[in-house]
């Protein structure tokens, strides 16, 4: 039965542009066209800072002006410039409430999600996010469908529905912001050398000509840091007036890679890495940012990005020996996450994120078949034999590697008991602290929630990074929690003996610079955490 499916499908995916062309219109940045460059690269869209009302750019050489008077382009050649934000008016977003993403061709999930959802009674509807790339003739899809079961006009409005589905289903819904009408504004730019006064409609864009662009606030207070490619100003949905950095991926790479991995690790972690952050940036092009003017910002929510400072000759190395590479599965990018120190063994994507599984994201001992760890090890850690696990196990590779930090891969916290009170006052209405359960582990013994006791009443926290959050920042969930009690039986505090460092997911960096002094090639390292994979050139 597949005509009960009647439902709104809102597109929020990603059109092709085929040239570098300027967009002097609001709407085609909400849009996310994506553009490639005369090479074939992707063109991003990076956030730099939406903080200042005004802004300085410059140049050790030159800049190009370009903007649009009475619909003609002008261009303006100029060492420095300020722009600052005119009169403006502020777009309108309203907000779907999401409580699943299913992957663009997988209709069965879909379809009973969505049967699940609508017998259950609520209005739903189904929003296609993301982005599809014709790369090489072939094309490349990270499209989702996001299903949401309620709009509201406000975040504030969808919090009472968000706790029922949790309490109710144990499901995480959040918000997904779809712009409603778009902002407007005028930008009023100075330029020193001219001493000229414009006035521009809102989009205007500094373009590279010799010499990066340097980007500063308006009062050259904070250094933003100097960047290759062109930088756009433009108005976001609130009317804040953002700086945006606008270059192909492979020289964003070069200023995201040196920030997620030591650059004197061996070059074929180094070229593993470098793939990954390919892909995952190839990957989250359209989910991460999807009612902004652009498509990624420059902090840790999408990757840390901080400009031509960063670059690194062996870095820069990496990046163009894998130049166009990125990992597949089936028709789609490879969601290549990763994190610092796995402990030993990966987790399933599922038991982190509460998302669907991917079958190339699951539990990984970190070591060969060959090693004690995965001949003891290999059908998962559980309650019983994680203790065991966390003090016997030391022939991963992340354990062996010369990169190692021994206190991230393993580790020991006691938080006594006045500090706990404190720590759960932040989240829990609260005043002492009588039990604690621990509600599941994934298959790498990663917790998956817990319920705190307090006079009768039970709280629960579900996930792990929560849970890490909740006692003052641990390493990572796969921990193992003792009670200290005292002779009657009163609790005096909780020891956490734990492995690793960071969510556990995909690739352990650690383990790959590990694999790298083994002799490993970045083939074997990718294959190793992404099973079941390919690596494609893409371009
Ligand atoms: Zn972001
Ligand atoms: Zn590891």
Known sequence: ??????????????????????????????????????????????????????????????????????????????????????????????????????????????ENIIKKFKELGYDVESVLVGAVFGLKGKVHDNR????????????????????????????????????????????????PDRQQKISVENVFWVRQNRGSVTLQDGQRVVDYGSFNGDFYFTF??????????????????????????????????????????????????????????????????????????????????????????VLLYEKRFVKA???????????DNETVWGEHREPYLSVQIDADEKSEAYRRFKDGINEENLEEFLYTVDDTYCA????????AYRWKVEIPYEELIRLLKKRFPIETLDDLMIEGRGRSGRIKGITIVSKGKKFYVDREYNIRQLFGGLKSGLVYIEKKKDSSGRLLG?????????HGVGMCQTGAIGMAERGKSFMEILMHYYHGTRVEKVY
């Open 1 to 110: 039965m597949r005509g009960f499916l009647t439902l709104t499908i809102l597109l929020l995916y990603i059109p092709l542009l085929y040239s570098d062309e300027l967009d002097f219109e609001i709407p085609t940045h909400y849009f996310h066209a994506i553009r490639f460059s005369p090479q074939n690269i992707p063109i991003v869209s990076i956030l730099i800072t939406n903080q200042h009302n005004s802004y300085y750019v410059s140049s050790s050489d030159h800049l190009t002006l370009e903007y649009r008077d009475k619909g003609k382009i002008s261009s303006i050649k100029t060492r420095s410039a300020i722009i600052e934000r005119g009169e403006f008016k502020a777009g309108s977003v309203i907000y779907k409430l999401i409580v699943d993403r299913i992957n663009y061709n997988d209709t069965e999930t879909r």
């Open 337 to 347: 996450v990763y994190s610092s120190n796995c402990g030993g063994i990966s987790e």
């Open 494 to 502: 909780l020891i956490f003996t734990g492995g690793g460092w960071g």
């Open 236 to 325: 976001e949905a609130d009317g804040r007036l953002a700086a945006i950095n606008r270059t192909d991926l492979e020289e964003l790479l070069r200023g995201i890679v040196p920030s997620e991995i030591y650059a004197s690790s061996p070059s074929e972690a180094l070229k593993a890495q470098a793939i990954a952050a390919r892909t995952e940036i190839l990957s989250a092009i359209g989910h991460r940012h999807p009612a902004t003017p652009y498509l990624l910002c420059a902090t840790q929510h999408c990757q840390v990005y901080s400009g031509t400072s960063s670059y690194n000759i062996e870095t820069d190395r990496a990046i163009r020996d894998t130049y166009g590479k």
């Open 400 to 407: 062996s590697s010369s990169f190692t930090n021994k206190k």
């Open 144 to 191: 989702q469908f996001y299903i949401s079961i309620a709009t509201f006009k406000t975040p504030e409005e969808a919090e009472p529905l968000i706790t029922d589905v949790f309490n109710r289903y144990r499901i995480r819904a959040f918000l997904l912001p779809v712009l409603k009408s778009y902002p407007s504004g005028k930008i009023l730019v100075y330029i």
